[in-house]
C-alpha cells in the first residue's frame, strides 16, 4: 500500500480540498497569475504614460481654442482610460489590443471618416473658411489707396526662418512714432522697449521678429505685395519694401440685405447659402466663397455632368485593364519563371533568382523615371536598339502599352518570389501520382498545380489588384496621364481615377477637394466590391481544395 510523501515541500490533498503545500510560503492568487513589474518595465511604463499625457495636453489647447468641447471630451475619456487601463493588474487581453486599435482609428478609420465627410461639401479653393472669413478676404481684397490714406515706414521681418517663414509688416507711423506688427491676423502694437527705429523712422530691430534686408525682401516680393493686412477701417498693403498705406475698402458687406455691395460700380453680390457665394443678379460669383454642406451634390457631379461624367467612365474602363492587365501579365510572367527553375533538371537556380530579382530590390521611382526616358521617341533606348521610330507617349493605345511593360518588368520579380514559395509548399508526389496515371506535364499543371497556386496566392493577387488600381506613381512619373486630347486638358488616355482625381484636386482651374473626396469615394467603393467578391470565390476554392 502506497502512503503519500511528507516532509518539507511535499504536498497531501483531501477529497474536496486543494492541495496544500508544506514547508513553502503561501501565494495569493494574483501574485501567481502576475510576474512583477521589474524596474526597466516600471520606467517604460511611467515614460509611456508620461508621453500619453504629454500628448493629451498638447491636443487639448486647439480644441479648447477651437470650442470642440465634444473633441476634448474624447480626447479627455480616451486619456483616462488609457491611464485606468494600464495602471491596474486587470483587463490584460485589452492592455495588447488597444494600442494596436487606437492606430487602426488614427491611420484608417478616421482618414476614412474625413474623407467621406469632405465628399458632401465644397470645400476647396476659394471654399476653406467661414462666411465671415470669406466676408474679410473680400474687404481686404478690395482695398485701394485714397487720398488722405494714413502712411506708414515699412520694414519686412518674419518669425522664423528669413527664406519661408510667415511675413510681417513692421510699421512706424512718422506721426505718433508708435510701432505695430501686422499680418493676415491683423495689427497689434508693439511697446517702445521691444523696438529698434531709425533715425529715418525705419524698424531695424524687434524682439521675436528678425528684419529682413533688402535682398532677403526682394527674393520674396510678390508674398509681401500679396499680404494684406485687415484693420478697423480697412487694410494695410505694401508700397515697394519700404511704404505701406492703410486704404479703404470698395467692397462692403451689409448685413441688412445680407450682400456684398461696391461702393464705386454699385454691383451687389447676394449671399448664396446652398453654394457657399456671394452672387449678383448677373450670375457672377465672387471668387472667395465658404465652405457648406451641399448633399450629394459632388457625387450627382461625377454621374451626370458631361464634363467629370465622360472622363471618369472612360477612365473606369482603362483604370480596370491597367489593373488587370498589371496583376495578370505580371502573375503569368513570375509564375511561368517560378516553375522553369523549380524544375529538378534547372541547373545555376540561385544565380538565375539572384538576377531575376532586381528590379524589385530597385528603388521603383527612380526605375519609372529612367524607363520614360528610355521610351523617348528621339533618343530612348527603345527605338534605338529595335530600330523603332515610335511615339510611345504621343498616341493613346502607345503609351498605354508602354506603362504596362514597365509595369511587368517591375512587378514580376514579386510575383516570382511568391510563387516560387508557393511552389515549394506543394508536394512533388501529387504530381508525380499525376505522371503515372497518364497525365502530360500540362494537364499535370491545369489539374493540380494551377489550383494550388491560386488557392495559396489569390489573397496576394486580389492585394496586388488593389495596389495597381491606385497606382499613382506608375502613371504619374512615366506619362503624367497623357496623352491629352486638345479638347480635354485634365484628363488623358493614361489616366487612372487616382491621378484624374489629383489634378481636379489641384489642377490649375483650383482645387476642388470635395469634389475629389466624392470621387475617392466610388474609388474606395469599387475596389472594395471586387475584393470582397474575390475573397469569396477564393473561399470556395479552398473549400474544393482543402
Request: charged fraction near 15%.
Amino acid at each position: 500500500m502506497n502512503t503519500p510523501l511528507s516532509g518539507p515541500g511535499s504536498a497531501t490533498q483531501t477529497p474536496g480540498r486543494e492541495p496544500v503545500r508544506r514547508g513553502l510560503p503561501r501565494t495569493s492568487r494574483t501574485a501567481r497569475n502576475h510576474a512583477p513589474i521589474t524596474a526597466t518595465g516600471l520606467v517604460v511604463k511611467v515614460v509611456l504614460l508620461g508621453l500619453v499625457a504629454g500628448i493629451a495636453i498638447w491636443a487639448a489647447f486647439p480644441l479648447i481654442e477651437a470650442a470642440h468641447w465634444i473633441g476634448l471630451a474624447i480626447l479627455a475619456a480616451t486619456t483616462a482610460g488609457l491611464f485606468y487601463l494600464y495602471l491596474t493588474r486587470r483587463h490584460i487581453p485589452a492592455k495588447y489590443l488597444v494600442p494596436g486599435t487606437l492606430f487602426l482609428i488614427a491611420f484608417q478609420v478616421f482618414p476614412v471618416l474625413y474623407t467621406a465627410s469632405t465628399a458632401f461639401t465644397n470645400f476647396g479653393d476659394g471654399h476653406r473658411g467661414s462666411k465671415d472669413d470669406a466676408i474679410v478676404a473680400i474687404q481686404t481684397s478690395s482695398v485701394h489707396q485714397v487720398p488722405g490714406s494714413p502712411e506708414y515706414a515699412l520694414s519686412i521681418a518674419t518669425t522664423g526662418d528669413p527664406a519661408t517663414g510667415p511675413l510681417v509688416f513692421l510699421l512706424a507711423d512718422p506721426k505718433t512714432h508708435e510701432v505695430s506688427a501686422g499680418d493676415a491676423g491683423g495689427l497689434r502694437k508693439l511697446d517702445a522697449g521691444q523696438v529698434t527705429v531709425s533715425p529715418t523712422g525705419k524698424v531695424t530691430a524687434a524682439d521675436g521678429y528678425t528684419v529682413l534686408n533688402f535682398g532677403q525682401a526682394s527674393v520674396r516680393s510678390q508674398e509681401i505685395t500679396d499680404l494684406i493686412v485687415p484693420t478697423s477701417g480697412g487694410a494695410i498693403r505694401s508700397t515697394g519694401l519700404s511704404r505701406a498705406y492703410e486704404g479703404t475698402a470698395v467692397r462692403a458687406y451689409d448685413a441688412g440685405c445680407d450682400c456684398i455691395k461696391d461702393s464705386e460700380t454699385g454691383k451687389t453680390w447676394t449671399a448664396d447659402a446652398a453654394s457657399g457665394s456671394f452672387v449678383a443678379a448677373d450670375g457672377e460669383r465672387l471668387a472667395q466663397g465658404w465652405k457648406v454642406n451641399v448633399g450629394l451634390k459632388n457625387f450627382s457631379r461625377v454621374l451626370t455632368d458631361p464634363n467629370i461624367s465622360g472622363p471618369f467612365f472612360g477612365t473606369l474602363l482603362w483604370n480596370f485593364a491597367f489593373a488587370i492587365g498589371s496583376t495578370g501579365l505580371t502573375f503569368l510572367l513570375g509564375m511561368g519563371i517560378a516553375l522553369a527553375l523549380h524544375s529538378p533538371r534547372m541547373r545555376g537556380t540561385n544565380l538565375y533568382r539572384v538576377l531575376l530579382i532586381l528590379p524589385y530590390a530597385m528603388p521603383s521611382f527612380a526605375m519609372l523615371l529612367v524607363w520614360r526616358d528610355m521610351f523617348n521617341t528621339d533618343f530612348g533606348l527603345v527605338n534605338n536598339l529595335f530600330g523603332l521610330g515610335v511615339d510611345w507617349f504621343g498616341g493613346a493605345w502607345t503609351a498605354r502599352a508602354a506603362v504596362l511593360l514597365v509595369q511587368l518588368w517591375l512587378g514580376y520579380p514579386y510575383m516570382f518570389l511568391v510563387t516560387t514559395g508557393a511552389l515549394q509548399a506543394i508536394p512533388r508526389e501529387l504530381t508525380e501520382a499525376t505522371s503515372v496515371d497518364g497525365a502530360s506535364p500540362w494537364q499535370s499543371f491545369k489539374a493540380v498545380t494551377l489550383p494550388l497556386l491560386l488557392v495559396a496566392l489569390s489573397p496576394l493577387l486580389i492585394a496586388s489588384f488593389a495596389y495597381n488600381f491606385n497606382n499613382i506613381n506608375a502613371i504619374w512619373l512615366t506619362t503624367e496621364g497623357g496623352p491629352f486630347a486638345p479638347d480635354n486638358p485634365t484628363n488623358g488616355a493614361t489616366d487612372l481615377l487616382i491621378t484624374y482625381t489629383y489634378r481636379l484636386a489641384f489642377g490649375a482651374q483650383g482645387a476642388e477637394y470635395g469634389m475629389a473626396a466624392a470621387v475617392s469615394i466610388f474609388i474606395f467603393a469599387i475596389v472594395a466590391t471586387v475584393s470582397t467578391i474575390s475573397f469569396r470565390r477564393t473561399r470556395k476554392q479552398e473549400e474544393v481544395y482543402s
